[in-house]
């Protein structure tokens, strides 16, 4: 797996911009729990789509993301696909490569909430389970369990 330091900065601005500016974050914040203790054999895990040499996605697998459930672990975080390349497949692309890293690295299951992209990972075999509150409103809260189908493909 390679890894694309260059890349941080954008990726962490998109975090800040699409979640942290809303939750009273800041960039610094956001490039510092994104990306200062990423790994590629645990968690935290960031994943970054590139077409064209250039950064077009990225999702996170992280312990935890939601204080209600703090039981479940771990947990698909922050799929964001930049405008320009939405719509080409990238976000289920995102969300199965996680999935496989996630078997990789010993995890048989994933959750995550959702308040607006629910059908997105109904569409990739993610089901609700609870709906719930989270800073942002209402959200779905759903699950995937991971088979070695999921992560057949890993080398």
């Not at 610094?28 to 968690?43: C, N, P, V, Y």
């Not at 479940?72 to 496989?100: C, D, M």
């Not at 075999?125 to 699950?143: D, H, K, N």
């Amino acid at each position: 797996m390679e890894t694309y330091p260059n890349f941080i900065p954008v990726c962490a601005s998109w975090a800040f911009g699409q979640w942290g500016c809303q939750s009273d974050g800041s960039f610094a914040q956001a490039e510092r729990e994104f990306f200062e203790g990423a790994q590629t054999k645990s968690i935290p895990l960031t994943l970054i789509a590139i077409e064209a040499d250039k950064p077009a996605g990225m999702v996170s697998l992280w312990e935890s993301d939601f204080r209600g459930r703090l039981d479940l672990t771990p947990w698909l975080k922050s799929l964001y696909v930049h405008p320009f390349h939405r719509n080409k497949g990238i976000a289920l692309l995102l969300i199965k490569r996680l999935e496989q890293e996630a078997w990789r690295l010993g995890h048989r299951s994933l959750y995550l909430t959702t308040e607006d992209a629910k059908a997105l990972y109904a569409k990739a075999g993610w089901q609700e389970i609870e709906s719930v509150r989270t800073p942002y409103g209402e959200a779905a809260l759903m699950t995937k369990a991971l088979t070695q189908a999921n992560g057949a493909f890993l080398e």
